[in-house]
Structure formats: structure tokens, C-alpha cells
């Protein structure tokens, strides 16, 4: 499974973006589907996980602002990303998961600043 994601920019504070995760390669619907960012200087975190039956999670420093979805006959994952705040700047990965294998997308910097 190859993972691209697209969809990072500048944005101001309050504002919202929608990343795009576009994936190739064949059961893309079996695996579970996961958003990450990193921070300069920061560990990678989770900040939101699709199932493949579509069920989401999400840490509490994104929850009621970050809404993940999937698309499993295009093979895409998307992250509605709303109420952005300077916290939330880092690169965003895309990444796919089931069982030991796990395929990671190159990922894509979120800017939030006036």
C-alpha cells in the first residue's frame, strides 16, 4: 500500500483545512486508517483513527474539531481539521495498518499562523 497525502497549507487561527489521503494497492477497506502529525521537536501523535468498519477515536486535544472519514471504493481517508489553533502546526502523516503491516505516507505540513 502506497499512502499520499495532500491537502496541507497555511492557514490562519479558527480556520479549517481537509487533508487527503489517497491510497494504492490492493484491501484497502480491511485496513485501519490513522492521522499523525509531528511537531518541530515533538514526538509523532495520533490524532485520529478510522477502523475498517468506519469507527473513529480521537485524543482530547482534537476531539469536537478534528473529524476523520473514509472512502473505501476510492481508497481515500480524510481529515476535516476545523478551529485550528498555532498548537496544531506539524506535518500530518497518513497511516495504513493490519496486523504487522503498517505503511506510512510522506506527509504533509499544517501551518497555523496569522
Known amino acids: 500500500v502506497q499512502l499520499v497525502e495532500s491537502g496541507g497549507g497555511l492557514v490562519q487561527p479558527g480556520g479549517s483545512l481537509r487533508l487527503s489521503c489517497a491510497a494504492s494497492g490492493s484491501g484497502f477497506s480491511i485496513y485501519a486508517m490513522g492521522w499523525y502529525r509531528q511537531a518541530p521537536g515533538k514526538q509523532r501523535e495520533l490524532v485520529a483513527v478510522i477502523t475498517s468498519g468506519g469507527r473513529t477515536n480521537y485524543p482530547d486535544s482534537v476531539k469536537g474539531r478534528f473529524t476523520a472519514s473514509r472512502d473505501n471504493v476510492k481508497n481515500m481517508v480524510y481529515l476535516q481539521m476545523n478551529s485550528l489553533n498555532r498548537e496544531d502546526t506539524a506535518v500530518y502523516y497518513c497511516?495504513?495498518?493490519?496486523?504487522?503491516?503498517?505503511?506510512w505516507g510522506q506527509g504533509t505540513q499544517v501551518t497555523v499562523s496569522s
Open positions: 497511516r495504513a495498518a493490519f496486523r504487522e503491516l503498517i505503511y
